[in-house]
């Protein structure tokens, strides 16, 4: 079937409808869509070539598919629902690690459909500026360079654009700590620990996402790139990020919305488990689990991030 289909009518799942209708036709499916708003993306309303499905039998003809899920429902989808999906290429929307198996999108995907080719769609954007058509640029991560070429294309929009690696590892491990320091940036910000903290929390925090990323394969330009830097940069900066206003939240005492996606807070548990087995030094990611976990207090957290043995940078 032409076009292309997308599970999930959340933020990302209804922005990169919205974004890849300029191009042709798109197929959305998801759950509790009501007419062509989107719930998620209040004021969005979908193009008229953009069809609405809750029929996910409705997608089974389509060559490609989009899987704009939360992290942790996306192994329980494929088994399930996304069982009738027959796609030849499969594209993780999502950021993090599997809190069950410590798989990242495209591990989980394999897993379940070891026929399909997988890749995955990270890097900074937020749904609501891709749904505006503000210019954006995103990675896409395949291990098959012509399939990654081929994507590429067919997802990039004048607005929209696209880069590509083969460095599946690099791209997922960027997207996933991302969160869980983008985490930390915000307890810093809503406790009041001011600018220079923070700036020094992202620069340490990108140091441990590449320690783990570089001993599990992933490329150092990968890192540094739009996967990686890029989005630890906007999401550690900005209030438009669920991860920094949660943690922005927890900081300053408050609750937070409940109903939120906040990818980094399975992720950060993940990341310390596997970090310990392979006895990868990550002091921020642990302690971002054992703060969100409500392990540990933020005073005695700050007192053991500032105690550590001085060291070479
Ligand atoms: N919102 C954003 O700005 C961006 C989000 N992402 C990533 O996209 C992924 C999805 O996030 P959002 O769309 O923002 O979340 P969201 O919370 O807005 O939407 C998630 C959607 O998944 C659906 N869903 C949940 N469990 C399901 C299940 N078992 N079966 C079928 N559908 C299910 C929900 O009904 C909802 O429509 C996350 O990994 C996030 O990190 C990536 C880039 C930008
Ligand atoms: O991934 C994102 C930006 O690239 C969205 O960030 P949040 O999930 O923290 O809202």
Redo the contacts with the bound molecule.
């Keep these: 079937m032409s076009g292309i289909a997308i ?9 990169l409808a919205v974004a890849l209708a300029r191009r042709g036709p798109v197929t959305l499916w ?3 869509l009501q007419g062509r708003a989107l ?2 993306l209040p004021g969005v309303d979908l193009p008229e070539n953009v069809t609405v499905t809750a029929e996910i039998t409705d997608l089974s003809g389509f060559d490609t598919v989009l899987l ?4 942790q ?1 996306l192994a ?2 494929l088994q ?2 996304g069982a009738a999906l027959s796609a030849r290429r499969l594209i993780a ?4 690690m599997d809190l069950v198996s410590g798989r990242g999108p495209t591990g989980v995907i394999t897993a379940a459909r070891p026929d399909a080719v997988a890749a995955v769609l ?2 900074p ?6 749904a505006r058509g503000l210019p954006t640029a995103l990675t896409l991560a395949c291990a098959d360079d012509a399939t990654g070429a081929d994507l590429q294309a067919r997802l990039s929009t004048p607005v929209l654009r696209l880069y590509r690696t083969t460095d599946v590892t690099g791209a997922e491990l960027g ?1 996933a700590l991302k ?1 869980v320091i983008a985490i930390a940036a915000g307890i810093v910000m809503g406790a009041g620990l001011g600018d220079s903290a923070r700036a020094a929390l992202m620069t340490r925090g990108f140091a441990e996402m590449q320690r783990l990323a570089l001993d599990l394969g992933a490329r150092p330009e990968t890192l540094a790139g739009l996967s990686g830097f890029g989005d630890l940069v906007l999401t550690c900066t900005s209030a ?3 991860n920094f206003r949660y943690g922005q939240a927890l900081g300053a005492g408050r609750s937070f919305d409940g109903d ?2 906040v ?1 980094g807070v399975a992720t950060a548990q993940a990341v310390t488990r596997l970090a310990a087995e392979k006895t990868i030094a990550m002091p921020v990611a642990t302690m971002v689990a054992a703060l969100t976990a409500g392990r540990l207090a933020l005073p005695e957290a700050i007192e053991l991030l500032m105690s550590r043995p001085l060291k070479q940078e």
Aim: net charge positive; proline share 2%.
């Design positions: 599970v999930g009518a959340g933020a990302f799942g209804g922005a998801g759950r509790g719930r998620r704009a899920l939360p992290m429902v329980a989808f399930g629902d929307c999502c950021k993090g990270t890097g954007s937020f749904a609501a500026d891709i997207g969160n438009q990020s669920r939120s996606t990818e």
